[in-house]
């Protein structure tokens, strides 16, 4: 079973930057599809930054030219870069995982491996 750990979240103050870390343990050799997500309080869960399993990155629009989803095939690690951030990035961020043998990922969570969440607060 694959396990997932987060780790990078904090506090900083609008306009700095965070790096958020997924350390994953338990897989097997293969591609995955390797996704961020937050939730803010008394929001629902979103998806902020995806690699597919044929390697494009893809961001959600909240979060385009300041957050870069990047990754480390080797160790099974992956990150989120976050730069220039803003009050409403505050949120629990989580990493999620899953192989994939093509090139989208899955739509239900329930396929994912999670981690546990990392908080991120931003203030002003």
């Known amino acids: 079973q694959v396990q997932l750990v987060e780790s990078g979240g904090g506090s900083v103050e609008a306009g700095g930057s965070l790096r958020l870390s997924c350390a994953a343990s338990?897989?097997?050799?293969?591609?995955?599809?390797m996704r961020w997500f937050r939730q803010a309080t008394g929001k629902e869960r979103e998806e902020v930054a995806t690699i597919r399993g044929d390697g494009i990155r893809s961001y959600a629009d909240s979060v385009k030219g300041r957050f870069t989803i990047s990754e480390d095939y080797s160790k099974m690690f992956f990150y989120l870069q976050m730069n220039a951030l803003k009050t409403e990035d505050t949120a629990i961020y989580y990493c999620?995982?899953?192989?994939?043998?093509?090139?989208?990922?899955?739509?239900?969570?329930?396929?994912?491996?999670w981690g546990q969440g990392t908080q991120v607060i931003v203030s002003s």
């Open positions: 999620a995982s899953v192989r994939v043998y093509g090139t989208l990922c899955p739509s239900p969570l329930n396929a994912y491996s």
């Open positions: 338990g897989y097997t050799a293969g591609r995955y599809c």
